[in-house]
């Protein structure tokens, strides 16, 4: 099974909840995740020593993933996310973004240019992932 990993803001209540329905999706897709709020060990304990581990751990998540899906919604993405992308996308991880949210940068760009043209797909609704996360994990099912 392909691996995924879930890339977004994790802050609070409403940023969990919505990365979760993105995880819930890739899991239907038929997808293996890794949602770094759920199963990440070292997060759980909340200390500064931990920042390190943390780092390492969802490097190792990332490195291990097929497939990269991110939570782009907000008026800038997420600076964690963001870096999540760029390292993925330099290790040739296929990358989806998902922005639900109306604001545009500019006329023909969502969000940040150097995000937007990194993806393979940017999804504008969670059923538009759902439709795409399917059609390519039918495509890449180990």
Not at 115 to 134: G, K, Q, T, V, W
Request: proline letters at 3%.
């Amino acid at each position: 099974m392909p691996q995924a990993y879930i890339a977004g803001p994790l802050f609070n209540e409403g940023e969990r909840w919505f990365d979760e329905q993105i995880e819930r999706i890739a899991a239907e897709a038929g997808l293996t995740t890794f949602l770094p709020h759920r199963d990440g060990k070292e997060g759980k304990m909340k200390n500064a020593a931990n920042i390190p581990r943390i780092f390492v751990e969802d490097v190792a998540a990332i490195d291990a993933a097929d497939i990269v899906i991110a939570n782009l919604n907000g008026i800038t993405t997420d600076d964690g996310t963001a870096w999540e992308l760029g390292y993925a996308y330099a290790r040739g991880k296929h990358l989806v973004g998902i922005y639900t949210d109306w604001r545009l940068h500019f006329q023909h760009q969502t969000v940040n240019l150097m995000i937007e043209c990194s993806l393979a797909h940017l999804s504008r609704s969670l059923d538009d992932l759902r439709d795409y996360l399917h059609a390519w994990a039918a495509q890449h099912g180990k």
